[in-house]
């Protein structure tokens, strides 16, 4: 039998040793040339803000992390492959075969995905120099306020730490003099601030102290969508109960105009509830305006129909009494002429004897009786007809002038009361609802005055897609 021996190249076999050579140390800590701990590199490019949960009090942010360390038994230096300053050769490696520094965010509910990033290769080269990039979904805590809402800013705060080493043996560098935005995703939130710090915070639990590196943000939320949506939709219908005080009193449509108002922001402050962060530590702004622009209306429909009734108050009360007044006197009239009526009949009966007497034998004397009780019926209703004229030309005289009826007078001044109000009241609604919406966006101002006075300190925040100024790098590689 003839065995075939695999031939492999320079990097192939270099590649292979090296794996081999790992295979026992793969959880033990790099070791470097006159340096007693290890130091690694963090450069991050925020990508996207993916959201804040204002219920979870979190961040989630998709990242790319760029890490940098330097390992002695990564270095090679043979014959085949020589490593020469101008042409380094170099090899990839998976993290499963290799060292990997854990680092995470430690104030954070932890990674959302653990085994994504072990996917991306590491690159080594000659000297021990290693780089490894992935990108990674961040979370991590940060005490949200929605008070200002829509036009909040928020501060957060993220620490990245090593979960095994102590500052003793790992050290947690910046790669970079600032923090990138790596082909930045535009959403609802802006990073406006940011710095970055090297710091040792004190583990109670280890009872020692780990390096870390922190990186603090200021995020500005984009408020023109709630502006253009909510605001001035909402504005303009709170604002035609304004005009419900314009309209005559005489003519029935103010308490219809306000409820129309109400019912519609009934309806908006529904679709208003759904872009409102829901949470208990604070009430946002935009609540409260929309409660109080509510509450607003909803008195302008209490005073319209407070108006109303002053207004109409005395002629429902005084109406009933007239109709019936009248009515019994027609009835008294009737009854009494129909008395006469018969009186007469009576008196007329008995002269008939006398009267046919002396009339000739053709003479009807029923029809003659018949047609004096129509005459005298007729004048009796021509009497009452025009003693009821008489009565509504005094009653409209009672109305038309105070001289006939003192009253008159006091329902105008009550008529003139109610339209008085109305003015007022029309006055007082129109400096109300700017002045409303004027404290709303005194919250912005607020939240601005407020974000100068915690962003003391120099902006350490690079857009790569519009500056042409590279990042500083502070990592310089392995030391010789």
């Not at 530590?281 to 129909?305: A, E, K, M, Q």
């Not at 919250?443 to 300190?457: G, M, V």
Request: charged fraction near 20%; hydrophobic fraction near 40%; include cysteine.
């Amino acid at each position: 039998m003839t065995t075939y021996a695999k031939k492999y190249n320079a990097v192939e076999s270099t590649r292979n040793r090296i794996v081999k050579l790992y295979q026992d140390r793969v959880l033990t800590r790099p070791s470097v040339k006159n340096v007693t701990r290890t130091a690694v590199a963090i450069g991050l490019g925020i990508i996207e803000v993916a959201g804040l949960d204002p219920q979870k009090q979190v961040i989630t942010l998709n990242v790319n992390f760029e890490l940098k360390w330097c390992d002695d038994l990564l270095q090679w230096n043979t014959s085949e492959q020589a490593c020469v300053k101008r042409n380094r050769s170099e090899i990839l490696f998976t993290a499963n075969e290799i060292w990997t520094p854990d680092v995470l965010a430690v104030n954070g509910p932890g990674q959302l995905s653990k085994g994504l990033k072990l996917q991306y290769p590491i690159s080594v080269v000659c000297t021990g120099n290693v780089r490894w990039s992935y990108q990674e979904k961040l979370v991590a805590f940060c005490e949200i306020d929605v008070r200002n809402f829509p036009f909040d800013r928020q501060y957060c705060s993220i620490l990245l730490q090593s979960t095994i080493y102590d500052s003793s043996q790992f050290k947690i560098r910046s790669l970079y003099n600032v923090l990138r935005l790596y082909n930045y995703i535009t959403t609802e939130w802006e990073i406006s601030h940011a710095t970055i710090k090297e710091i040792d915070l004190y583990n109670a639990y280890h009872r020692s102290n780990f390096s870390t590196l922190q990186i603090d943000i200021e995020l500005v939320r984009f408020s023109r969508f709630y502006i253009l949506k909510i605001i001035v939709p909402f504005f303009i219908i709170s604002t035609l109960a304004v005009f419900s005080f314009c309209l005559p009193i005489d003519s029935g449509e103010k308490i219809a105009l306000t409820v129309s108002v109400l019912l519609s922001l009934v309806f908006y402050i529904q679709l208003i509830s759904g872009y409102v962060p829901k949470t208990e530590r604070g009430v946002c702004t935009l609540t409260l305006y929309s409660n109080g622009i509510f509450f607003i209306v909803f008195l302008s429909c209490i005073f319209n129909t407070f108006t109303i009734f002053i207004y109409y108050h005395e002629p429902y009360s005084r109406q009933p009494k007239k109709v019936r007044k009248r009515k019994k006197s027609i009835v008294f009239n009737v009854h009494k002429s129909l008395i006469e009526l018969n009186k007469q009949r009576w008196k007329f009966l008995r002269k008939r004897k006398n009267i046919e007497e002396n009339l000739p034998e053709q003479t009807d004397v029923d029809a003659i009786e018949l047609l004096h009780d129509i005459r005298y019926f007729r004048q009796s209703l021509m009497n009452l007809f025009i003693r009821r004229n008489s009565l509504i030309t005094t009653t409209s005289l009672d109305y038309q002038h105070p001289i006939f009826n003192p009253k008159s007078e006091t329902k105008r001044s009550v008529k003139r009361i109610a339209m008085m109000i109305d003015r007022i009241l029309f006055i007082i609604y129109l400096m109300l609802m700017p002045l409303s919406t004027l404290l709303l966006f005194h919250s912005a101002h607020q939240s601005r005055l407020a974000s100068l006075t915690k962003t003391n300190s120099t902006n350490q925040l690079v857009d790569l897609r519009k500056s042409s100024i590279d990042p500083i790098l502070l990592f310089r590689g392995c030391p010789t």
